[in-house]
């Protein structure tokens, strides 16, 4: 539409586009201290993720999430939905850290661990290997289609394709077993589910991290918007220092910027290329920054160029920068209020969780009641109420256990006393309870089941529940 047809640039009104146009990143290849920390977190965090559903336990898999049976199995440890607090400790942990290292270090969480940024790691780097560094691949889009560009598009989609398959395939290993789930797939017999979470997974790790990449951590993850929130004057984050680089400018390597007027920055642009979100820090801290560091890499190996000092771009504090603090001094303001209630709290919250875990008994009650009979007359006049009882054996072993009752003098167990249960399995049995008359008021009255392991007098639980005596 032109002027003429526009009725509102014919006012003289300006039209704003709130749709920005997506311009392709092209991450510029890096190495230094922070590359090498990020390629330590790529292998330790895959190698966690891939490795853990191979490893056994008690002849199954170490770690495993059986919704169907709804057990989880975490190396010697069964846990069942009962135990969702121990899902609520480990997700308050997860939370306290976060909050904990973004108060310290800002986004170090975004920059070295997330799933979105070791997975965009591992795209770029086989994009690096197939179609070359930044300006070859720069050069390659613009070429026009030819078998050439094809075959490195197509072999790099392939490689890429490939990565998230085997993810999805990981990831669906711990809800059905790895080893089971690569047999089904061998002969063409994995479940409506199974396939869906395969590929869906497989699809998601290939458009995330090959195609969405930085628009992710840009607009769909939350945490960029409310960090801030956590930031205080003293929190280390990267700060391109101005006093040092301004005013920037090129110039030759023989000049002396002193007598030219420039800072040390030499305007290259290499710290925007190393960016994978494309912001330039010199603007100041962004909310699109992840804390990667690749820019403080890449300006200290221009520093090292030129023979400038190392540190125009750096980990600093607002406060570190302004007065021109030394190490020591930042690590000491470090220890301030809000780090250490995150870090009390962290630390109660996980010493409380692990070691009720650890002093966990391995078994679990349940009483239900038979509604059908509350009360019944049986020979002798004894007084007679039906139970159900519920018992979850969480041990990797199968134990027998004992059943009696107590609350009410007399009363005793008139069904079988013992029930065996396999390893980490459940057994369901009903339970008849018999009082002599004339012992309990009419009425409800309270009584206890006491259900003990045979072969270890600790493994023990009472479960209170009551006893009906007719009017």
């Known amino acids: 539409?032109?002027?003429?047809?526009?009725?509102?640039?014919?006012?003289?009104?300006?039209?704003?586009?709130?749709?920005?146009?997506?311009?392709?990143?092209?991450?510029?290849?890096?190495?230094?201290?922070?590359?090498?920390?990020?390629?330590?977190?790529?292998?330790?965090?895959?190698l966690i993720f891939y490795g853990l559903p191979w490893l056994t336990w008690n002849d199954r898999p170490a770690v495993l999430f059986d919704l169907g049976a709804r057990r989880f199995y975490l190396f010697g440890t069964v846990l069942y939905p009962q135990d969702f607090i121990y899902l609520t400790g480990l997700l308050v942990i997860s939370a306290m850290s976060l909050f904990l290292f973004t108060a310290v270090a800002g986004r170090l969480w975004c920059g070295y661990a997330c799933p979105q940024t070791v997975y965009t790691e591992i795209f770029m780097w086989v994009e690096r290997v197939i179609e070359g560094d930044r300006p070859r691949r720069i050069l390659l889009d613009r070429e026009p289609v030819s078998a050439r560009k094809v075959g490195l598009k197509a072999a790099k989609h392939a490689v890429w394709v490939g990565i998230g398959l085997w993810t999805g395939i990981t990831f669906v290993g711990y809800f059905a077993g790895i080893r089971v789930l690569l047999g089904e797939i061998a002969t063409f017999s994995t479940t409506g589910w199974e396939t869906f979470w395969v590929l869906f997974y497989g699809f998601a790790t290939w458009g995330n991290a090959g195609f969405m990449r930085e628009q992710v951590c840009k607009y769909m993850c939350p945490y960029a918007r409310f960090q801030s929130s956590m930031f205080d004057r003293d929190t280390l984050i990267i700060t391109y220092d101005p006093d040092r680089g301004e005013p920037r400018g090129p110039r030759s390597r023989k000049a002396d910027p002193a007598k030219l007027g420039l800072g040390a920055c030499t305007d290259c642009n290499a710290c925007v290329e190393a960016c994978p979100t494309g912001i330039d820090i010199r603007k100041g801290l962004q909310y699109e920054c992840i804390g990667c560091a690749g820019c403080i890499d890449a300006c200290d190996k221009v520093m090292d160029r030129w023979g400038y000092a190392r540190g125009l771009i750096r980990y600093d504090t607002e406060n570190g920068m302004r007065n021109h603090w030394g190490r020591g001094e930042l690590l000491r303001h470090a220890v301030r209020p809000r780090v250490l209630v995150y870090a009390t709290i962290l630390a109660v919250v996980t010493v409380a969780l692990f070691t009720h875990m650890a002093l966990r008994t391995p078994l679990k009650v349940d009483v239900i009641r038979d509604r059908g009979v509350l009360g019944r007359e049986v020979e002798d006049g004894q007084i007679e109420n039906v139970y159900r009882l519920q018992v979850i054996n969480t041990a990797e072993r199968e134990r027998r256990f004992r059943v009696s009752v107590g609350g009410i003098d007399g009363a005793f167990v008139a069904s079988a006393p013992e029930v065996d249960v396999e390893r980490a399995g459940t057994r369901m049995f009903p339970v008849r309870v018999r009082v002599r008359p004339g012992v309990a008021a009419p009425g409800t009255n309270k009584i206890e089941f006491h259900v003990q392991a045979t072969d270890d007098a600790s493994v023990a639980v009472n479960e209170k529940s009551t006893f009906y005596v007719p009017q």
């Open 1 to 46: 539409m032109n002027q003429a047809q526009d009725p509102a640039a014919a006012a003289g009104e300006a039209v704003v586009s709130l749709y920005a146009r997506h311009r392709k990143i092209y991450v510029r290849s890096v190495s230094g201290v922070f590359t090498r920390w990020r390629w330590a977190l790529v292998w330790i965090t895959q």
